[in-house]
């Protein structure tokens, strides 16, 4: 079983920045790919950022051109860098993982950590 922890939420006003860290129990090289979800009451989970093995990378609509997703193989961790944040950011990240070893994305994540919390103010 792969253990995600996620670290780095917090308050921040809006125009700030923040950098999410998921800490992996195995090597990030493991899992073809890694995504961020953001899950905000009444809306739902909404996936805003995915890395794949070969360092591609997709974003959310809502997010594009602010935030950046990264993976550091050596220490087994993933980011999610934040900029310009609003308050419609504000929401409990996730991280999520494939399935160790799996050579393909299967976008259903079977991983997944606790959600660290981030709250942006007007």
């Known amino acids: 079983q792969v253990q995600l922890v996620e670290s780095g939420g917090g308050s921040v006003q809006a125009g700030g920045s923040l950098r999410l860290s998921c800490t992996a129990s195995?090597?990030?090289?493991?899992?073809?790919?890694m995504a961020w979800f953001r899950q905000v009451p009444r809306k739902g989970r909404e996936e805003i950022a995915r890395i794949e093995k070969n360092g591609y990378t997709t974003y959310g609509e809502s997010v594009k051109g602010r935030f950046t997703i990264s993976r550091d193989s050596a220490k087994n961790t993933l980011y999610l860098q934040m900029a310009n944040l609003k308050p419609d950011d504000t929401g409990t990240y996730y991280c999520?993982?494939?399935?160790?070893?799996?050579?393909?994305?299967?976008?259903?994540?079977?991983?997944r950590g606790q959600g660290t919390q981030v709250t942006v103010s007007s």
């Open positions: 999520a993982a494939e399935e160790p070893r799996r050579t393909y994305c299967s976008y259903n994540y079977p991983h």
């Open positions: 195995i090597s990030t090289d493991e899992m073809y790919c």
